[in-house]
């Protein structure tokens, strides 16, 4: 094993040098503190690995994106949601009988029970689907108390598993047609999973419903695109308040939560309002395309070109090319005229050959074609990042697992104290 040196004054010492399945270094800090009495400052922990994982692999600057060794592209070419969900959580492809009974398993725990259908009467009609699903994973753990357990045997965590993938569709869904003042509809476990969570979506008690194969198989895609992404904000917020000892509802909970801001999966809801934004300001002419891309440029603007860049992805996201080939198809398919396509093909275009866009490296993530997709499909736009939190289920799942299983301590990060040193308390009569 190698090691890296560090010198803090007169003093030399050796922190060992570890690496991953894929040859990624790393330098072993954790008895740093206890050796010299120094911490590391890391803003954004843009050069920290706050855990070892053996779920995802991406390499940014290759663009490669791999769930327990299987590459993305074959993965949303060739399998199911619900295989890749088993994949991922479990650390194997399913063989048939596994495959057939963790879908069979999903499947029956679709309804939700009829206590939390009276929730939705107490939120306003307008609440962002994101504030109804994050909190209503959270009062599952209410309805489901074996989930407090300490010590949950694997029977009791794969039955929780099971209902939280199953049921969160079907809570999402419902804080759609509340939004709209439409009774919900019940799941039909007919369907699999996509299928089931567009007919809880579109399907009216008043008329006949045929789920559309095409969106079917899109929304196959896109969830499998969206299933992990290593330790990402969300992902980290779940182990964060997983490592408290926090159960599975709450913590994933606070993984919804985490994804809704704009910087994270709030990004695809935000692409979309930004193209609708630069269509009512004059469309896809090349004056007006060059104003926003001067926009974007400008830090005093206070716009960013959403959709584009990653913290980690470097050179391209390889879940936004595989979305673009889609975006194209589905939109021909079902012969959906969309002129924001149109702006955001020539952002890019525009983008990727910008002196600032390049030397910043920032080319389109996974958000700038999904958006698109989602309208496509009829989802409205403050479904976007619901969309994504069903998609990422598998990933924090997995993550909550890996960081249980393997007891990791409590999250307690370090801070540099910069504010006022000890001072004696000054009474009110004579403060200035
Ligand atoms: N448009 C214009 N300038 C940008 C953009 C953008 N989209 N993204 C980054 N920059 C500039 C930024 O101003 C900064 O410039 P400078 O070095 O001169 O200060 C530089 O590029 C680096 O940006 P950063 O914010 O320090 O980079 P980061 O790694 O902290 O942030 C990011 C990554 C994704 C938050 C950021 O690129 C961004 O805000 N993008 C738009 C929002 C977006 O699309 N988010 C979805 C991320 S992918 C899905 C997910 O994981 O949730």
Known sequence: MSKAELKIDDKVIELPVITGTENEPAIDISKLRAETGYVTLDYGLKNTAVTKSSITYLDGEKGILQYRGYPIEQLAEKSSFLEVAYLIIYGELPNKTELEDFTSGVTNHTLVHENMKKFYEGYPQHAHPMGVLSSMICALSAFYPDILEPEMDKKSLDLNVQRLLAK?????????????????????????????????????????????????????????????????????????????????????????????????GGANQAVVEMLQKIYDDGGATKENIDKWIKLFKDKNSGQRLMGFGHRVYKNFDPRARILKKAADEVLNELKVKDPLLDIAKKLEHHALNDDYFIEKKLYPNVDYYSGLLYRAMGIPTEMFTVMFALGRMPGWIANWIEMSQEKQPITRPRQIYTGETKREYVPLNKRG
């Open 168 to 264: 969160s569709a079907t809570i999402a869904a419902w804080a759609y047609k509340n939004s709209i003042g439409h009774p919900v509809m019940y799941p039909q476990n007919r369907f699999d999973y996509s299928a089931n969570f567009l007919y809880m979506m579109f399907a009216k008690p008043t008329e006949e419903y045929e789920v559309n194969d095409k969106m079917v198989s899109a929304l196959n895609k896109l969830l499998i695109l969206h299933a992990d992404h290593e330790q990402n904000c969300s992902t980290s917020t779940v182990r964060v308040v997983g490592s408290s000892q926090a159960n599975l509802y709450t913590s994933i909970s606070a993984g919804v939560a985490a994804l809704w801001g704009p910087l994270h």
